[in-house]
């Protein structure tokens, strides 16, 4: 198993940017897809992001896509979400998550979870 934690988050104007990052420790990394998801106060988590384990796949909320861009590194067990021209609809806890590189859909069904990151966009 991988136990992801992120770091990162913080207090940002509307229009800047923000890169949050995920270290994951455990077994291969690189056996993992990984994905950012959010929750905002009073709504459900919500699926932002996802990559494949070799990082050539990637996939996005329409929410934020063109926007916002997952990558990683498989050397440094590290998976990046830099958040560019935000908004205050973007303000939630950032949570990564893993799940095995061939586990089915790709915005569901996550096992491993991070605590969360806070992200607070102000006006």
């Known amino acids: 198993q991988v136990q992801p934690v992120e770091s990162g988050g913080g207090l940002v104007q509307a229009g800047g940017s923000l890169r949050l990052s995920c270290a994951a420790s455990g077994r291969t990394f690189s056996n993992y897809r990984m994905g950012w998801f959010r929750q905002a106060p009073g709504k459900e988590r919500e699926f932002v992001a996802a990559i494949s384990w070799s990082g050539t796949t990637t996939d996005y909320a329409d929410s934020v896509k063109g926007r916002f861009t997952i990558s990683r590194d498989n050397a440094k067990n590290t998976v990046y979400l830099q958040m560019n021209s935000l908004k205050l609809e973007d303000t939630a806890v950032y949570y990564c998550?893993?799940?095995?590189?061939?586990?089915?859909?790709?915005?569901?069904?996550?096992?491993?979870w991070g605590q969360g990151t806070q992200v607070t966009v102000s006006s």
């Open positions: 998550a893993a799940k095995y590189r061939f586990d089915g859909p790709w915005r569901e069904g996550y096992r491993y």
